[in-house]
């Protein structure tokens, strides 16, 4: 199947150049003039690379880079920019891209190293079994949660309703859908058993941690997130 590649770029002729260019070597590809519809774009369809400028109206490609990699870790990200000091470079891989490649370049360069990081790739299985969402990653198969590099301990229970919240990030779950998804039952509105078991995740995946990720939105639900 060929690699879906998302151009993130506000410089119509070079995004045409870019756009062509990879499709003639067996590429699909999308276009986003700026970082907002990059990102809606992202989470609207599977893409397998990401190319984005670093100057960008609205939201920078250093910042839609940290968004992307915070819902997908193994999404390559090069960035193109026009910016060459060691500096912007770092800033650049600080955020999380795979790779750095200041304008002008050789095109067959860009292609090199996009196919490079596209043969780097997870494995799909490796994929499966894996969710992760900011510093927080789960291995489905051996069943070992980390942040920052700690593994925590989970109970069955705390484990399902944590992948729950993984597979729905930034997504406001009211108490009555993780009831019926973790718990298989119906919501009791005269129990507080969800609220309980969101406290005991709480105490293990945020309260060692400077960054929360659960968070409530009173009279609707519970919600993942970095902030």
Not at 53 to 63: S, T, V, Y
Not at 70 to 82: E, G, N, R
Not at 134 to 140: E, R, S
Not at 178 to 196: A, L, M, R, Y
């Amino acid at each position: 199947m060929n690699a879906r590649i998302l151009i993130v770029e506000d410089d119509e002729r070079l995004a045409s150049v870019l756009e062509k260019g990879l499709s003639e070597a067996g590429f699909l590809t999308s276009r986003a003039p700026d970082a907002e519809s990059a990102f809606e774009r992202f989470a609207a369809e599977a893409f397998d690379l990401v190319l984005t400028d670093i100057m960008l109206p609205k939201m920078n490609g250093i910042e839609l880079c940290k968004k992307l990699k915070a819902q997908k870790p193994s999404l390559p990200v090069i960035m193109l920019t026009a910016l060459g000091e060691t500096d912007d470079k770092l800033q650049g891989f600080d955020a999380g891209a795979d790779d750095y490649l200041a304008k002008p370049f050789d095109f067959r360069e860009l292609l090199a190293r996009i196919n490079a990081r596209l043969k780097a790739r997870p494995t799909q299985a490796e994929t499966n079994e894996t969710l992760a969402y900011a510093d927080l990653a789960m291995n489905l198969r051996t069943k070992v949660v980390k942040r920052q590099g700690k593994e925590i301990p989970l109970t069955a229970k705390e484990f399902a309703l944590l992948e729950f919240f993984l597979r729905n990030p930034e997504r406001v779950l009211s108490r009555e859908e993780i009831s019926k998804t973790v718990w298989n039952t119906h919501f009791d509105t005269g129990t507080n058993f969800i609220d309980v078991y969101i406290n005991y995740l709480r105490k293990k995946i945020d309260k060692p941690f400077p960054t929360k990720l659960i968070h409530t939105k009173t009279g609707m639900g519970f919600y993942l997130k970095a902030e």
